[in-house]
């Protein structure tokens, strides 16, 4: 059974949630500690499969800065994290490039593309 403690960022509550593995739910798990109905979900996903969007920055040519902030476009799981940087760091764009272009597309088969945060 999985278990674990949760602080949720859904709402500015902040609920420390505790959250057991129940096999008599009909969501597998029990959530307590949580003042509204949106934190459970969240609590859930926490403790079986956390995600996060992933900021970092890529090489730029051809412009007066350095870097290009991108970020990616949806949350990658964070045991992924790692993986996704190194991949990250070995690209690099020339100008011009806009808000919102696609650098890097489906980025280790998350679902998630990195985009550029940044028009240059």
């Known amino acids: 059974m999985e278990k674990g403690i949760v602080t949720c960022t859904i709402c500015p509550i902040g609920c420390s949630m505790e ?3 129940a096999r008599s739910s009909d969501l597998g798990y029990l959530v307590k500690g949580n003042r509204c109905n ?3 979900e969240y ?4 403790v079986t499969n956390p995600t996060r969007i992933l900021t970092s920055t890529v090489r730029l040519n051809n412009a007066n800065l350095r870097r ?3 970020r990616t476009d949806k949350p990658v799981p964070k045991n992924l ?11 690099e764009v020339d100008t011009p490039i806009a808000l919102g272009t696609i650098i890097i597309e489906d980025i280790l088969s998350t679902g998630a593309n990195v985009i550029s945060s940044r028009t240059v």
């Open 68 to 70: 290009l902030p991108v």
């Open 38 to 40: 949106r934190g459970i």
């Open 81 to 91: 994290m790692l993986d996704c940087m190194k991949v990250i760091n070995l690209v």
């Open 43 to 46: 609590a859930i996903a926490e």
């Open 19 to 21: 959250v057991i593995g």
